[in-house]
């Protein structure tokens, strides 16, 4: 599959047509994303079977919920994004119940390719490497790998409270580096 | 909610971090709060880049023939709930959208003097059906079981669409057609295959193929949706 480049204006555009009830417009936004959508989704998921699944339930929601995207909030990409990243944190959560039974290996979340990956001119990138490293990691495993508060205390071996606040503190630098 | 419990709330609705009561919450403020939302996609757009930094995995052949098989389906039976059958199904969205149309309703009272006084009659029932806080239609439900739809907004739509209004008589039976029309215009409905419409029912418009959905159920988008409230 060829990822092509869509601007983000192109992207809405086809966004407007999917509200529409234009067919040709979803597989514009298929073409473009869903190999990435995948991508964001197996980061989180870790099983290929199921991040196919969260991209799947994505683009039905991206059609019928095309109408709800509103260009003057935020970007295309960063809706589309947040409606994949949603579905394969819901079936994340509702997998987990079984996870016990299904012995497949989880992969460790490949924490440095998150950030090394992001471009060097990236803002988010600069605030990132601004931030102590405890709250970026908290940052970064709860946004890209999907890690809940209670997970990350887990992970990061520190009570629940402390999870919590790492996350916020990060959050909070971010926002006050990135404006 | 202090300002402070705000923007926790909104990091971890972004970060995907809440469960129970606080994410109902924050689903309920997506709704509602056009300052919340943005902040939340202002949010999403801070943190973009980092989705951008996923690996690429070409999709198997047959996930598009899979997702354009899943849209063209009635939503009431699919296995995999679009947006628009989780919303059948989340009370609390509901909850919020009424509020959210009750608000619309008080707004839109003087502008429908002229229209309810050409309907000589006081309706039982009415619905305004909404899009965020953009008002689209209002369903009238009358003593006499008749009803109409009267559309508040342009809704544009390709040549070869219809536009198809829908009632949820009740969860078991699912969506019924009530109304076909070519463009927004004043409709009577046809409500004498459903029982007379009781409180908090659910009416919307969809865009389906000319001549109506092929399968008897919403295929396409929503333009616009509300609940039935009984007149005072």
């Known amino acids: 599959m060829v990822e092509t480049d869509l601007l983000d204006s192109q992207l809405a555009a086809a966004l407007n047509r999917c509200a529409t009830g234009d067919r040709t417009a979803l597989r514009v936004i298929y073409d473009a994303e869903a190999g990435r959508m995948i991508g964001v989704a197996m980061r989180i998921l870790k099983r290929r079977d199921l991040a196919e699944e969260a991209a799947h339930d994505a683009f039905i929601r991206i059609w019928r ?21 949603n579905r394969a944190l819901t079936i994340l959560r509702a997998e987990g119940r079984f996870e016990s039974d299904d012995g497949e290996e989880r992969l460790e979340p490949d924490f440095l390719t998150a950030v090394d990956r992001l471009p060097e001119n990236s803002a988010l990138r600069r605030c990132l490497e601004a931030l102590d490293i405890k709250h970026r990691s908290a940052v970064v495993y709860s946004y890209v790998f999907g890690l809940s508060h209670g997970e990350l205390a887990g992970k990061m071996s520190v009570p ?9 503190r990060g959050l909070l630098s971010l926002q006050e580096c990135m404006g | 909610m202090t300002q402070q419990e705000r923007e926790t709330l909104i990091a971890d609705f972004v970060l995907g971090t809440l469960d129970g009561a606080a994410l109902i919450e924050a689903e309920r403020l997506m709704l509602t709060d056009a300052a919340f939302a ?49 919303l059948w199904n989340s009370l609390p969205a509901w909850r919020a959208i009424g509020l959210a149309a009750a608000a619309t309703a008080v707004a839109l009272t003087v502008g429908l003097g002229f229209a309810m006084r050409e309907a000589q009659r006081t309706p039982q029932m009415i619905a ?62 046809s ?18 193929p000319k001549g109506g959905s092929p399968t008897g159920r919403p295929t396409g988008p929503i333009l616009f949706k509300g609940l039935t409230a009984p007149t005072i």
Not at chain 1, 69 to 82: L, M, Y
Not at chain 2, 163 to 174: D, F, N, Y
């Open chain 2, 38 to 86: 943005r902040d939340v996609e202002q949010w999403r757009v801070r943190l973009a880049d980092f989705d951008r930094t996923a690996e690429v995995m070409t999709p198997p052949e047959s996930l598009w023939s899979t997702i354009e098989r899943d849209i063209a389906r009635p939503v009431a039976s699919s296995t995999s709930p679009g947006l628009f059958a989780g």
């Open chain 1, 160 to 168: 629940l409270g402390t999870a919590k606040s790492w996350t916020r």
């Open chain 2, 128 to 189: 305004i059906l909404v899009d965020g806080d953009k008002a689209g239609a209002i369903v009238h439900v009358f003593n006499d079981g008749r009803a109409t739809l009267l559309p508040l907004a342009d809704m544009p739509i390709p040549a070869d669409r219809s536009l198809q209004v829908w009632t949820l008589p009740s969860r078991e039976r699912g969506p019924v057609s009530v109304g076909l029309m070519e463009q927004a215009r004043t409709l009577a409905l």
């Open chain 2, 191 to 208: 409500l004498k295959d459903v029982p007379a419409p009781g409180a908090n029912q659910l009416f919307e418009i969809t865009i389906e």
């Open chain 1, 65 to 85: 919920g095309a109408r709800g995207f509103d260009a003057s909030r935020g970007t295309a990409r960063s809706w589309i994004f947040a409606i994949v990243r």
